[in-house]
């Protein structure tokens, strides 16, 4: 219980665009305040006690014995997910140094996870700072998420993986990057049930929400509605846990999560 009762929940959301959706309808939320940040960002804020609830990571949950999920409102993909983007400059197999994107704490852990599987490979890591580019890395390997990693870079690489869906060809599972969280028992009023109606409302609009982002970020419009509507999802159910789960053991095993640590659901309608 963290005791606090604040009379304005303090809501912190991803600034890409795949989670405008989750949060077309929510700045109007009563009783919030909403703040747009990279996800690393939003991890670290709501450890620290700086935001009430936070679309995190999901590693970050899984990291967490204090955290619970408060709304079944998620970013997923089952299959290619466009934003998650590992370029390789030599064979996978032979990474040596890997630059991981410091908006980054789920891609960042599952890339590790997917080349100590299936190669062994341990590589030294590096940071590819929020404001580089893939060119301004000289890594065998470049890990880029979000709105910058949907437009490909001009290098040509040996190999580029989406890794959503190495995830969805290596283990039949969806993938859940990112999920709405709270510490446990945290009094967040009518906060919770705005989530998955901002959701709910958001996903009705991806169409026109698309056509105000589409020139913003200089995509063109018919990958941005593709974007928001066949590589993303939004709700997590009971494939998705299995994917949370799944993700988890494999943290535990690589040494990228404690053990013992139990995904708590709360709101969620599969529950
Ligand atoms: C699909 C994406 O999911 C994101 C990836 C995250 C991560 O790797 O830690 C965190 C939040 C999500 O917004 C993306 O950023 O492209």
């Excluded at 929940?9 to 665009?17: E, K, T």
């Excluded at 305040?33 to 960002?41: A, Q």
């Excluded at 009430?52 to 999901?58: I, K, M, N, Q, R």
């Excluded at 095993?253 to 139990?262: I, K, M, Q, R, S």
Aim: with cysteine; aromatic share 8%.
């Amino acid at each position: 219980m963290t005791g606090r009762s604040p009379d304005t929940v303090r809501v912190g959301a991803v600034n890409y665009l795949n989670s405008k959706p989750l949060v077309e309808d929510l700045a109007a939320a009563e009783g919030s305040e909403l703040r747009l940040d990279y996800p690393s960002r939003l991890a670290d804020d709501l450890a620290g006690g700086h935001l009430d609830v936070a679309l995190v990571p999901s590693i970050a949950c899984l990291q967490n014995p204090d955290y619970e999920v408060i709304s079944d409102a998620c970013v997923a993909a089952c299959g290619d997910v466009l934003s998650v983007k590992l370029y390789c400059r030599v064979p996978a197999a032979e990474i040596k140094t890997l630059a991981l994107d410091q908006g980054s704490r789920t891609s960042a852990t599952l890339v590790r996870i997917l080349l100590a599987e299936r190669f062994g490979l341990h590589p030294e890591l590096k940071p590819l700072p929020l404001t580089w580019s893939v060119a301004d890395s000289d890594a065998d390997g470049v890990l880029m998420i979000g709105d910058r990693a949907i437009h490909p870079p001009a290098e040509k690489f040996v190999e580029t993986w989406d890794l959503a869906g190495e995830w969805l060809q290596w283990t039949g599972l969806p993938f859940v990057f990112a999920m709405w969280v709270a510490h446990r028992e945290t009094d967040l009023g009518s906060v919770a049930d705005a989530l998955s109606a901002a959701r709910d409302l958001g996903v009705e609009r991806i169409e026109a929400i698309a056509r105000r982002e589409a020139p913003l970020l200089g995509i063109p419009l018919d990958t941005t509605i593709d974007y928001l509507t066949n590589n993303l999802y939004y709700r997590l159910g009971e494939r998705e846990r299995l994917g949370l789960n799944r993700f988890y053991e494999l943290a535990v095993e690589h040494g990228l999560a404690p053990e013992g640590v139990d995904l708590v659901f709360r709101n969620c309608a599969t529950t």
